[in-house]
């Protein structure tokens, strides 16, 4: 099993996968801004100035414990969001996943290839087991992009989270390394 200190760069038909620089910064601050990332992802922990992003980001390629990679269309270039494995724990062999994509790369399949490009490389490159996540139950949108790439619904953390005076749900979802050997991110898929 490797560690994340590899900063692959992932091609799939739609998206390129890539290691972040500090000029990512200007970029994924529009992005983390947006109402519906604030809305499904949260409000900041800290204020997100110039120089933290550009910090933060030219910072992720010297992480071995998490692997960060920009999400970029494979058409014009543009970073439109972010995935991230972190949380590693190498008995289990096993990390949690999260993702964010902008305004401008939603509805197009990016999220969903991105997606199935770094689980994809979590299985067949680093030798993980599972893959697991959570999200929020009234995000509609990512749950399906999960579904769709095989994720399982394993259990709801119910009204774990006050957002915006309402009770939410965290849905828990993984995915098994035999899963994904037997469907490589398609599981509706006929085998035939």
Not at 34 to 40: C, E
Not at 60 to 66: A, F, H, L, V, Y
Request: charged share 30%; glycine share 10%; with cysteine.
């Amino acid at each position: 099993m490797s560690d994340f200190s590899v900063k692959p760069v992932l091609t799939g038909e739609r998206t390129v996968l890539r290691p972040f620089t500090e000029a990512d910064a200007a970029a994924m601050a529009e992005i983390i801004e947006d109402p519906d990332v604030v809305r499904f992802t949260g409000e900041p922990s800290a204020e997100l100035t110039e120089e933290r992003l550009r910090s933060w980001y030219g910072s992720r390629s010297e992480q071995t414990d998490r692997l960060d990679l920009a999400v970029t269309d494979r058409a014009t270039g543009e970073l439109v969001g972010e995935v991230v494995l972190f949380e590693w724990d190498t008995h289990a062999r096993g990390c949690t996943f999260r993702t964010l994509i902008g305004p401008r790369g939603r509805g197009r399949g990016l999220g969903t290839e991105a997606t199935r490009l770094i689980v994809g490389y979590g299985f067949e490159q680093l030798g993980l087991h599972r893959i697991q996540l959570e999200a929020y139950g009234h995000n509609a949108r990512a749950l399906r992009v999960y579904e769709k790439v095989g994720f399982v619904r394993e259990g709801v953390r119910r009204e774990a989270d006050l957002r915006d005076g309402v009770w939410r749900d965290w849905v828990l979802m993984a995915l098994l390394e035999q899963e994904w050997a037997g469907h490589r991110g398609h599981p509706h898929l006929d085998p035939a």
